[in-house]
């Protein structure tokens, strides 16, 4: 990993253990674990809502993953596009969504993200750059490259951050548009950041019940894209490579994909009940390392916060979601017009009719 | 002899059968083994038939799907569970290019004794992504045997004679009632695919369904009795190949007809009933037959709207009190 010593607002330089040096000053510090510790209160009430029969469909939580998302998208800048799977309500939330539209969106309001059609796994707001979440694995990925592409041929210095799962890249859609990407940032006209949240599993199995070549981040070479892996339980390491290196794909216009190690300390979606594929102490060891607790700790060990604060901050997050909920709950369902609204686009009234 | 058993219990009852008396017989699907299967259809079976047989397979349903082709053309009887049928289109290439055809543009050189299973249709919320019903999708394809059970004894029968059958065979299973119970005949009940179920024995219109529709055609006709009428329900549970013969009985019995089916109307399963009826009980007719189907829209997630988007019970009534020139309720 080639982590380069920048200088932090405050002027300190702090090192990692692994020798790379990351800089964050205590304040953004806060600021990231504002942001995370507010993705998963959004989460815990989602599985509330889930156990309530409010929320319907499929659920998948980023529980575990936070970090990924959260540091990544510090690298967002406006005219970005961000494009992902299923698991995208950190993503949404992350990029100014209002956690009210969102938690509608899940309990199949008409006033949810996007009209109560699409439900959790199909989260957009194309005006803050969300392209969308989608459901089937792998699908999306090709749309990312495309994306990529347009920003390029449209004239723009914008960038794609496309987050597929470590189980996608089973897929053909991957390689085939891994390959695409490979081709086309040749010319400088794929301005596509691969973000791998390898998280260690596709539901129920592991990635080395996967494929025979585990490293993730190496598949790329075979299209002739650069990577690297990332410590995606550990915010600041994210942060340093993220900004690092959407700073190179907008410069370059050619992909790049890295690899964020992670884990989901929650089960894979709401109907995963038994877990019989991994322990009880895997799942304990990785809530060590979970990338909230870590920055907590941080913040308590540099005497930045106390827990009194952080308490604080934690309760002004479920408070604000909380809120949310309640405009949820009380928003009503789409209206019946809605169903045959937004089929075809164009002038033309649709009714149902071929 | 029989038993009273869950829909998941008498399909996972017909693999193990086949799996005991017959070693090309494979398992294959994502998460099937070591996971159960995420409806437990084959929970157990990893530890019983080992690795070899039930086989865990990553996410690449057009490459594992083209394998068991490959397979099923070298004598192996694969059965591939397809997590649910939405995610075929992926593999739709091998199964519509490769499995349904290879036979014929290879003169008859080979055959695909290949079983595609999995769970179809919606209703759950799942939104546009996960809410297909595909049986004349792949009922087009000449080469392909589509097969739609709805009860348990049924769906062990079938695929009894699915694993048997020397083509490639879509089993579409009807996932919203994995937990449903009902009669299964114990040991070998083989049920032959071409040939329809008389579901509810009547004498004044013929409502015609496959799948889950067959329940609320079955809960239609008990409403339409209340008002004196009876309806004869017929379960096609095989669309390719197609039991004319039994709906045409019918219909020259009721001389009315609804047919019914979750997926759109456009090119559907319900439009070629109609088109059969009118080629072979025209003049039986009372009535113009009549079809009730998902309105043309994907999948929607809020539950209303879903609700709208599904063949409702006062849908089908209201069309059946059509075709008996009754008034609609
Ligand atoms: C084409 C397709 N096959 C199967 C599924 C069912 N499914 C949903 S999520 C999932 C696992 C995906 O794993 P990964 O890409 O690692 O993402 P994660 O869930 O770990 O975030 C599977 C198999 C699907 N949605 N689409
Ligand atoms: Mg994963």
Redesign the interface.
């Known amino acids: 990993m080639s982590a380069e010593n920048e200088h932090s607002e405050d002027g300190g330089v702090e090192t990692r253990e692994d020798g790379g040096a990351i800089a964050t000053s205590s304040e953004r510090l806060v600021d990231l674990y504002r942001q995370m510790a507010l993705i998963r209160a959004f989460e815990e009430a989602c599985q509330k809502g889930f156990r309530q029969g409010k929320i319907?469909?499929?659920l998948h939580v980023y529980i575990g993953q936070e970090a990924v998302a959260t540091g990544f998208l510090q690298a967002f800048e406006e005219g970005d596009r961000v494009i992902t799977a299923y698991r995208d309500h950190a993503h949404a939330l992350l990029l100014g969504s209002d956690p009210k539209e969102v938690m509608a969106?899940l309990y199949?309001?008409?006033t949810?993200l996007v009209k109560?059609?699409?439900?959790s796994?199909?989260l957009f707001d194309v005006e803050r750059g969300l392209m969308g979440g989608?459901?089937?694995?792998?699908?999306h990925i090709p749309l990312g490259v495309g994306i990529a592409y347009a920003m390029r041929y449209q004239e723009t210095d914008h960038i794609t951050q496309l987050y597929l799962g470590d189980?996608?890249m089973?897929?053909?859609?991957f390689h085939e548009a891994a390959n695409l990407a490979g081709l086309w940032g040749r010319e400088g006209q794929c301005p596509c950041l691969f973000i791998v949240e390898n998280n260690k599993y596709?539901?129920?199995?592991s990635v080395e019940?996967?494929?025979a070549m585990t490293d993730l981040a190496a598949k790329f070479d075979a299209y002739g894209i650069e990577h690297e892996k990332v410590d995606g339980m550990d915010v600041e390491a994210v942060v340093e490579a993220a900004e690092r290196v959407a700073e190179q794909v907008r410069e370059t216009g050619k992909p790049y994909a890295i690899e964020a190690l992670t884990y989901r300390t929650a089960p894979h979606g709401a109907?995963d009940f038994?877990e019989?594929?991994r322990t009880k102490e895997e799942i304990e060891e990785w809530r060590e390392r979970d990338p909230i607790g870590m920055v907590e700790h941080k913040l308590i060990e540099n005497d930045v916060l106390d827990e009194d604060k952080l308490e604080e901050i934690r309760d002004e997050a479920k408070e604000r979601i909380q809120e949310a909920v309640e405009f949820a709950d009380e928003s009503d369902?789409?209206p019946?017009e809605?169903?045959?609204t937004d089929?075809y686009a164009g002038e033309d009234e649709y009714t149902?009719?071929? | 002899m029989a038993e009273t058993k869950t829909y998941r219990e008498a399909l996972r009852e017909a693999m193990v059968h086949e799996l005991d008396n017959d070693e090309s017989v494979v398992l294959m699907g994502e998460d099937i083994g070591v996971y159960g299967g995420t409806h437990l259809i084959t929970d157990g079976l990893y530890d019983e038939y080992g690795p070899n047989r039930i086989m865990d397979v990553p996410i690449s349903e057009n490459g594992f799907t083209g394998a068991a082709v490959g397979m099923a053309m070298m004598g192996m009887r694969p059965v591939v569970e397809m997590m649910t049928w939405n995610f075929s289109f992926l593999a739709a290439d091998q199964i519509i290019q490769n499995a349904a055809k290879v036979r014929y543009f290879s003169g008859g050189q080979v055959e695909v004794p290949l079983v595609i299973r999995g769970p179809n249709g919606g209703g759950v919320q799942l939104s546009a992504q996960h809410t297909h019903s595909l049986e004349s999708f792949y009922g087009h394809f000449p080469g392909l045997k589509v097969v739609a059970p709805v009860t348990p004894n049924d769906v062990k029968g079938m695929m009894l004679t699915a694993i048997r059958d020397p083509n490639p065979v879509i089993f579409l299973e009807a996932g919203a009632l994995y937990g449903t119970k009902g009669e299964v005949e114990e040991g070998d009940n083989a049920v032959p695919f071409g040939k329809a179920r008389v579901a509810r024995e009547g004498s004044d219109v013929t409502l015609i369904a496959y799948g889950r529709q067959v329940n609320l055609c079955l809960r239609a006709a008990d409403t339409l009795s209340e008002d004196g009428f009876e309806a004869e329900v017929i379960d096609l549970r095989s669309l390719r190949p197609f039991d004319e013969d039994t709906i045409v009985e019918s219909v020259e019995k009721t001389h009315r007809a609804v047919a019914v089916q979750e997926q759109w109307r456009w090119f559907g399963v319900a439009s070629e009933v109609a088109a059969i009826i009118q080629d072979r009980a025209f003049d039986s007719l009372d009535a113009p037959v009549e079809r009730v189907s998902g309105a043309e829209v994907p999948g929607p997630y809020a539950r209303n709207l879903e609700l709208m988007a599904f063949p409702s019970e006062k849908q089908v009534t209201n069309a059946a009190r059509r075709v008996l020139y009754e008034e609609e309720k």
Do not use: C
């Open positions: 319907g469909g499929y969106e199949g309001k008409g949810g109560g059609k699409g439900g796994m199909h989608y459901g089937i694995v792998g699908g189980g996608a089973s897929q053909g859609a596709g539901m129920g199995t019940r996967t494929t109907a038994f019989n594929y369902e789409p019946e809605e169903l045959y089929v149902g009719e071929a």
